[in-house]
């Protein structure tokens, strides 16, 4: 059996059953369509980590996983050399356009988040910008650990990343793909982020192939 996250070639056994053929046949779809569309997931994850060709970037995935498979899927990313963003709701703030559109005013915003620091001070809080403004006012607040960098060009990124104070790390996301992912690397980003990676996958096609064990 292949260990996770081992690259393979075409036509190669990668792993061994042994068994009665009727139990084994029971299985093999379902066996396969997880090993296809897992093994899609770790495929396309190296191709990004490849692509990206910078080690000191993290590729990272989304939430936007196939129902009841987030934790598979997930595992898949970092068999291909990714990372998990966050799992859930829980494990994470992260605080979108939409949120700060219905918050009560910058300083309610702001106070809000000093709070979310002192009642989780060991979970992470990220913001995500959509402009250079927002990234100098959330560069104000105290407590933030990432920002996100949202549908932002390279140069616009590069700009966003020089105005970096203190351990405050930056994220890309949106639009990433093969082709400026080594582009959007080089800007010294800390982490980019691929929704991609879980909902776009192809399955890689496998087969299961019985052999006579003899009596």
């Known amino acids: 059996m292949q260990p996770d996250g081992a690259q393979v070639a075409a036509g190669e056994t990668i792993i061994e059953v042994r068994g009665l053929a009727q139990s084994i046949l029971k299985a093999e779809r379902v066996a396969l369509n997880f090993l296809q569309r897992l093994s899609g997931i770790a495929t396309l994850t190296r191709q990004f980590v490849d692509a990206a060709d910078n080690t000191h970037v993290k590729i990272l995935d989304t939430r936007k996983t196939t129902p009841g498979l987030r934790q598979l899927e997930k595992a898949a990313v970092v068999a291909g050399g990714g990372g998990n963003h966050r799992m859930g709701l829980f494990d994470m703030v992260l605080v979108k356009d939409n949120h700060v559109a219905t918050s009560s005013g910058w300083t309610g915003f702001a106070e809000r988040i000093r709070q979310i620091r002192e009642e989780r001070p060991n979970v992470r809080i990220e913001l995500e910008a959509d402009h250079l403004d927002q990234v100098r006012a959330f560069l104000e607040l105290q407590g933030v650990d990432v920002i996100m960098l949202d549908n932002m060009p390279p140069s616009q990124i590069r700009e966003a990343v020089a105005l970096r104070q203190g351990e405050i790390k930056f994220e890309a996301s ?16 800390d982490f980019i982020s691929v929704g991609a990676l879980t909902h776009s996958a192809r399955a890689i096609d496998f087969s299961l192939e019985m052999t006579h064990g003899g009596v």
């Open 174 to 189: 949106g639009g990433i793909t093969l082709k400026n992912i080594g582009r959007i690397a080089a800007t010294g980003v």
